[in-house]
């Protein structure tokens, strides 16, 4: 694109069988199918730092039907700084937020709302090694 600047992106679909969220010392079992998709982007500036983020969602079948209406988003976004190919330094943040929607309602298992929040920042450093023969 600019030559100093490399962009990638992943698309993902998925299904989800079983579902168990331990929230506050209480395990809710949810036994609906859903699925899943995810978008991921990131972009390498100049070889050494690397920027990325996702968001995944989770949706429920509602009847016979299929229809993209999620209950929850997951997103990530981060920087990494990029040494060699066996070490870099990074940090990231997740965070898990319910998304209000039908589809969650009408399954009867969260009546007011889907409650799971989540949220974590972490500081890194990555060390690997490829073995090439």
Known sequence: MFGFIAISW?????LVPLQTDNVQKSSVV??????????EVSAI??????VFGSVET?????????????YRADYIFGAEFIFNE?????VDHECDHP???G??????????SYNYLSGETRVYIKIGATVKE
């Open 10 to 14: 992943a698309l993902s679909f998925g």
């Open 86 to 90: 066996n070490i870099r330094i990074g």
């Open 99 to 101: 998304v209000a929607s």
């Open 30 to 39: 949810i036994e609906k199918c859903a699925t899943f998709a995810e978008l």
């Open 45 to 50: 500036a100049w070889d050494c730092l690397r």
């Open 58 to 70: 989770y949706q429920f079948f509602q009847g016979e039907n299929f229809t993209f209406s999620p």
């Open 103 to 112: 589809a969650y309602l009408n399954t009867g298992i969260y009546e007011s």
